[in-house]
C-alpha cells in the first residue's frame, strides 16, 4: 500500500468552495484496485522502467475511477480504471511520440480506432485499446455498443483538429476550442461505460430524451471549465495556448482574473442548466407518458452516470498530482 499512500495528494492547501450539490462517492474497491491496475499497462509493454511507472502512478487512475463508478468492485471497476490509464497513455503518446504533424496523430489515430468494433493492431496502444473496448462491450446491447463506437471515434477524430493547431502555430478560437474540446475531453465514453458499470443502460428512446441531452452538453461544459482552471497555471508554464481561460483572454481582452472569473462563472452557468434540466425531466410531464420502470431508469442514470461524473472529474481535478504535484 506504500504507492497508494505516496500518490495521494491532499490536494491544494485551501481549496474553493465545493460548487457541487451531490455528494463525493468512492468505489469500496479503490485500494485494491490501487494495488493491481499496473499490471494492464504493463501486460502492453507499458511502465518498462520506475521513471514510467512513477509518472503513471501521479495520475491516480484507480482513484478517479472509483470516483466516477462508485458502485463497481472487482473486474468492472478494473475496466474503468484501465479506460482512465489508456487515457492518459493516449494523451502522452500525443504529447511525446505522435503528436509532431497532423499526419502523424491520424495515422496513430486511425491504428486505435480499429479496436472500436474489436479489431487489434500490433501497436501497444492500440491493442490495449482494443482490450478494453472489448471488455466493456460484452454483454452489452446494440444501442449501446452502437452509441459507444460513435463517441469513441469522435473522441479520436477530433485529437487531428488539436494537432492542426499545434503545427500552425496558432491558437484555435475560443469557439473552435469548444467544439472540439467537447470531444477531445472525453466525458462521452466515461458515461457511457458508468451506464454499464452503474447497470442503468438506456434504450436509444430514452438516451435521445431532449432534457438528458442538455444534461450531458453541461456535463462536459462543467469538467471541461473545471479541467482547464485546474491547469490553468501548468498550461501557462508549458506554452499551451489552447485553454479556455486564456482563450477567454486573447478573445475578450481580458486579464488573467477577468478571464478566470468568466470560466468560473461559465462553471457555475453549465452546472445550473444541469440541475434545471434534471428538474424538468423529472417534473413529470416529459416523463408521464414512460412506465415506473423507464421513469426510475432516467433517475438512476442522472444520478449514477451523469452526476458522478461531474463529481468525480471535479474531485479528481483539485486532487491529482498530475495538475498540483
Known amino acids: ?3 497508494t499512500a505516496e500518490t495521494l495528494s491532499p490536494g491544494p ?19 485494491a484496485a490501487h494495488d493491481r491496475h499496473l499490471d494492464w499497462p504493463r501486460s502492453f509493454g507499458f511502465l518498462a522502467t ?52 497532423p499526419e502523424r496523430v491520424r495515422h496513430l489515430v486511425g491504428l486505435v480506432q480499429e479496436g472500436v468494433t474489436g479489431q487489434a493492431s500490433p501497436l501497444p496502444l492500440a491493442a490495449a485499446f ?14 449501446w455498443i ?28 475560443l469557439s473552435t476550442y469548444l467544439r472540439v474540446r467537447r470531444h477531445t475531453i472525453g466525458v462521452a465514453p466515461v458515461v457511457d461505460l458508468a451506464e454499464r458499470l452503474s447497470s442503468c443502460v438506456l434504450p436509444d428512446h430514452l438516451y435521445a430524451l ?9 456535463t462536459k461544459t462543467f469538467i471541461i471549465c473545471d479541467n482547464d482552471i485546474v491547469s490553468l497555471e501548468k498550461d501557462a508554464a508549458q506554452g499551451e495556448r489552447n485553454n479556455l481561460v486564456l482563450c477567454l483572454e486573447r478573445e475578450h481582452g481580458l486579464s488573467r482574473p477577468e478571464a478566470l472569473d468568466r470560466a468560473l462563472r461559465r462553471r457555475a452557468e453549465a452546472l445550473e442548466l444541469f440541475t434545471g434540466a434534471h428538474r424538468a425531466l423529472l417534473a413529470g410531464t416529459a416523463t408521464d407518458h414512460l412506465t415506473p420502470a423507464e421513469r426510475d431508469l432516467l433517475r438512476r442514470y442522472c444520478t449514477e452516470a451523469l452526476q458522478t461524473t461531474i463529481r468525480g472529474a471535479h474531485d479528481w481535478h483539485h486532487a491529482s498530482t498530475r495538475y498540483h504535484g
Open 1 to 3: 500500500m506504500t504507492a
Open 146 to 173: 452502437r452509441r459507444s463506437a460513435a463517441h469513441w471515434s469522435s473522441y479520436l477524430d477530433h485529437h487531428v483538429h488539436e494537432a492542426r493547431s499545434r503545427q500552425s502555430g496558432a491558437p484555435m478560437p
Open 210 to 218: 431532449p432534457h438528458l441531452s442538455v444534461m450531458r452538453e453541461m
Open 50 to 101: 520506475d521513471a514510467e511507472r512513477d509518472h503513471h502512478l501521479k495520475g491516480q487512475f484507480p482513484l478517479i475511477a472509483a470516483m466516477f463508478y462508485p458502485n463497481a468492485t472487482g473486474a468492472e471497476l478494473d475496466i474503468g480504471v484501465d479506460q482512465q490509464s489508456w487515457y492518459f497513455l493516449f494523451d502522452d503518446a500525443l504529447d511525446e511520440q505522435w503528436g509532431g504533424t
Open 130 to 143: 482494443a482490450d478494453m473496448r472489448r471488455r466493456s462491450c460484452h454483454g452489452m446491447p446494440a444501442d
Open 13 to 31: 492547501q485551501a481549496p474553493a468552495p465545493d460548487p457541487l450539490p451531490f455528494p463525493s462517492r468512492t468505489s469500496p474497491d479503490f485500494r
